[in-house]
């Protein structure tokens, strides 16, 4: 079982930024892969950003490509996703996602393949 927990949410104006993080309890961190959501009022949850378990690799939806960036830290059990250049329509609820990796490399984009989440941590642009 993995818990996850998000920090970082807030108020940014336009152009401004955010750094999230999401913090997994277990001593397997480093087998996980991870991945960032986020969900609008009336909107589907979509992908973000995720990240491969060994880092390797990163995926990043093209709303949000150049500027936001994921990382991670296994040492920490914490997955970052760092977000400047913040529009307005970037205002969502922001959830980090986990599964175990089966391959180093791969990245996993569809909510479904993920079995543990975070509660999430809103995000809000002011135009």
């Known amino acids: 079982q993995v818990q996850l927990v998000e920090s970082g949410g807030g108020l940014v104006q336009a152009g401004g930024s955010l750094r999230l993080s999401c913090t997994a309890s277990?001593?397997?961190?480093?087998?996980?892969?991870m991945g960032w959501f986020r969900q609008a009022p009336g909107k589907e949850r979509e992908i973000v950003a995720a990240?491969?378990?060994?880092?390797?690799?990163?995926y990043y939806a093209d709303s949000v490509k150049g500027r936001f960036t994921i990382s991670r830290d296994n040492a920490k059990n914490t997955v970052y996703l760092q977000m400047s250049g913040l529009k307005p329509e970037d205002t969502a609820v922001y959830s980090c996602?986990?599964?175990?990796?089966?391959?180093?490399?791969?990245?996993?984009?569809?909510?479904?393949?993920?079995?543990?989440w975070g509660q999430g941590t809103q995000v809000t642009v002011s135009s």
């Open positions: 996602a986990a599964r175990f990796g089966t391959e180093s490399f791969r990245v996993y984009l569809n909510r479904y393949e993920y079995g543990y």
């Open positions: 277990g001593r397997t961190f480093g087998t996980y892969a």
């Open positions: 990240i491969s378990r060994s880092d390797a690799n990163t």
